[in-house]
């Protein structure tokens, strides 16, 4: 069984940072890559960042230049540095792997940008 397992989420005011961690345990078959998606209320589930296991990277265009996702491979963790938030990045952000069997999902951490 796959695990994956979220923290560093929280509050923060406009303009500040925060880093989320994502690991993965359990019987992991061959990993396509991980990735971040967040859920604001009343909106869909959409995708923030995400990396291959080649290292390509990719992001919503509301991210590109204030967040960086990055992988550390000896313990299948994914990281995912935000900065300059905004109000509009208040949402439950999931992680998220690809593997060659299924998709996984984490439990979501809450990240909210308030003054």
């Known amino acids: 069984q796959v695990q994956l397992v979220e923290s560093g989420g929280g509050s923060v005011q406009p303009g500040g940072s925060l880093r989320l961690s994502c690991s993965a345990s359990?019987?992991?078959?061959?990993?396509?890559?991980m990735g971040w998606y967040r859920q604001a209320p009343g909106k869909q589930r959409e995708l923030v960042a995400a990396i291959r296991n080649n290292g390509a990277t990719n992001y919503v265009d509301s991210v590109k230049g204030r967040f960086n996702i990055s992988k550390n491979k000896y313990n299948n963790a994914v990281y995912l540095q935000m900065n300059s938030l905004q109000p509009e990045d208040t949402a439950v952000y999931y992680c998220r792997l690809a593997t060659n069997v299924s998709d996984y999902w984490g439990q979501g951490t809450q990240v909210t940008v308030s003054s």
């Open positions: 359990g019987r992991l078959s061959a990993m396509y890559g």
